[in-house]
């Protein structure tokens, strides 16, 4: 079965921080680079970062310096250390390809950061 379950959420205040975990089934890893996204209140999904098979990675401007995307495929799984968090990272994260699957969208991971 391909899944991806994400983990790792939760609140904190303003300048903490959070390690998110997406879990992979079903040999996605294989079919590409992997990313995370997230939706805020009200917003469209946005893509935070990626990474590629040979570990290229890609961030949104505004985490550049303080999230670090990592991958262990061997294990399947894909992180994200998120450092100096702001209100406005607060969002559901969710992991999917680098190009996303429909269908492979899980249920995600709340982050909510308090100023």
């Known amino acids: 079965q391909v899944q991806l379950v994400e983990s790792g959420g939760g609140s904190v205040q303003a300048g903490g921080s959070l390690t998110l975990s997406c879990a992979a089934s079903g040999g996605i890893f294989r079919l590409g680079a992997m990313a995370w996204y997230r939706q805020a209140p009200g917003e469209q999904r946005e893509q935070v970062a990626s990474?590629?098979?040979?570990?290229?990675?890609t961030y949104l401007d505004s985490v550049k310096g303080r999230f670090t995307i990592s991958a262990d495929s061997a294990k399947s799984m894909m992180f994200l250390q998120m450092n100096s968090l702001k209100s406005e990272d607060t969002g559901v994260y969710y992991c999917?390809?680098?190009?996303?699957?429909?269908?492979?969208w899980g249920q995600g991971t709340q982050v909510t950061v308090s100023s």
């Open positions: 990474i590629s098979s040979i570990g290229s990675t």
């Open positions: 999917n390809l680098k190009n996303p699957v429909r269908g492979l």
